[in-house]
T-cell receptor, first 109, second 113 residues
Framework: EDKVVQSPLSLVVHEGDTVTLNCSYEVTNFRSLLWYKQEKKAPTFLFMLTSSGIEKKSGRLSSILDKKELFSILNITATQTGDSAVYLCAGEYGNKLVFGAGTILRVKS | DGGITQSPKYLFRKEGQNVTLSCEQNLNHDAMYWYRQDPGQGLRLIYYSQIVNDFQKGDIAEGYSVSREKKESFPLTVTSAQKNPTAFYLC????????????FGPGTRLTVT
């Protein structure tokens, strides 16, 4: 059965801290891994990773994929209260996504 | 502005009633998806459609039905056969040119009592 597991389930940090969110996957016919940020309603796309070892960056966020060990991490540096959200990762196979349960991040001021 | 709209935002129904959730997109995306989100369980795929007049069951299709008569629209009907319909429902769409990067609507929270 395809599955994606995220850890930790929730995390509380202070502004300015750096956080690392983890995502491991077991997805048959895996094609890519995606990260989304969900603040209130609709998840918004962050990254799509297809190649191992190549870091993708967007401002204070970065992510990398390890296809040998079947995991990905999402790093957020210098966290701000606006980073508070649920972070979802998903494995793509065929034309579908399988999502993890998400990591709830709360950044305290 | 292009995007995905879902209506209504909140929906309340009595047990035993069918209810239809609306999803419309003007992104010219070929593929559309319906997910259900429950606390602590992430998103689970209900149905998806790659092209008009065609759709496939996802992981939890029992008790749900869909139609795809137009490219822009992918309504989801929650039938009385769905044993636990209270949930947050998200619609998404994607274009094959963007390798299944899915864009999500704002969601509909359905409460069945």
């Amino acid at each position: 059965e395809d599955k994606v597991v995220q850890s930790p389930l929730s995390l509380v940090v202070h502004e300015g801290d750096t956080v690392t969110l983890n995502c491991s996957y077991e997805v048959t016919n895996f094609r890519s891994l995606l990260w989304y940020k969900q603040e209130k309603k609709a998840p918004t796309f962050l990254f799509m990773l297809t190649s191992s070892g190549i870091e993708k960056k967007s401002g204070r966020l970065s992510s990398i994929l390890d296809k040998k060990e079947l995991f990905s991490i999402l790093n957020i540096t210098a966290t701000q209260t606006g980073d508070s959200a649920v972070y979802l990762c998903a494995g793509e196979y065929g034309n579908k996504l399988v999502f993890g349960a998400g990591t709830i991040l709360r950044v305290k001021s | 502005d292009g995007g995905i709209t879902q209506s209504p935002k909140y929906l309340f129904r009595k047990e035993g009633q069918n209810v239809t959730l609306s999803c419309e997109q003007n992104l010219n995306h070929d593929a559309m998806y319906w997910y259900r989100q429950d606390p602590g369980q992430g998103l689970r795929l209900i149905y998806y459609s790659q092209i008009v007049n065609d759709f496939q069951k996802g992981d939890i299709a029992e008790g749900y039905s869909v139609s795809r008569e137009k490219k822009e629209s992918f309504p989801l009907t929650v039938t009385s056969a769905q044993k636990n319909p209270t949930a947050f429902y998200l619609c998404a769409s994607s274009s094959p040119g963007h390798r299944y990067e899915q864009y999500f609507g704002p969601g509909t929270r359905l409460t069945v009592t």
